[in-house]
Nanobody
Framework: QVQLVESGGGLVQAGGSLRLSCVAS????????MGWYRQAPGKQRELVAG???????NYADSVKGRFTISRDNAKNTLYLQMNSLKPEDTAVYYC?????????????????WGQGTQVTVSS
């Protein structure tokens, strides 16, 4: 099992910045990939940014150049630095982890989610 706890959300004016954090605990050594997703009211949850165990990253087109995902493996913490925020970035942001473990002949995998943190950007 992996537990994820997000923090750092809040209310900010357009053009402002926020940094989200996600602390992982439990079977953290099995985590291969982590990411941030968001869900706005009436919309589907969407990937914002992802980062692999090798620190390769990918971003949604809508946040490229404004958001930066990073991880501190020593602290088991995932970050999302959000700059130049826009009202359309308003959503609940969720931390996600994909974990895989077990011997080669019998591998287990699972996906974990945090409880979410609200980000509201006012115009």
């Amino acid at each position: 099992q992996v537990q994820l706890v997000e923090s750092g959300g809040g209310l900010v004016q357009a053009g402002g910045s926020l940094r989200l954090s996600c602390v992982a605990s439990g079977r953290t050594r099995s985590i291969e990939r982590m990411g941030w997703y968001r869900q706005a009211p009436g919309k589907q949850r969407e990937l914002v940014a992802g980062i692999s165990i090798a620190s390769s990253t990918n971003y949604a087109d809508s946040v490229k150049g404004r958001f930066t995902i990073s991880r501190d493996n020593a602290k088991n913490t995932l970050y999302l630095q959000m700059n130049s925020l826009k009202p359309e970035d308003t959503a609940v942001y969720y931390c996600n982890a994909y974990a895989r473990w077990g011997p080669v002949e019998r591998t287990y995998e699972d996906t974990y989610w945090g409880q979410g943190t609200q980000v509201t950007v006012s115009s």
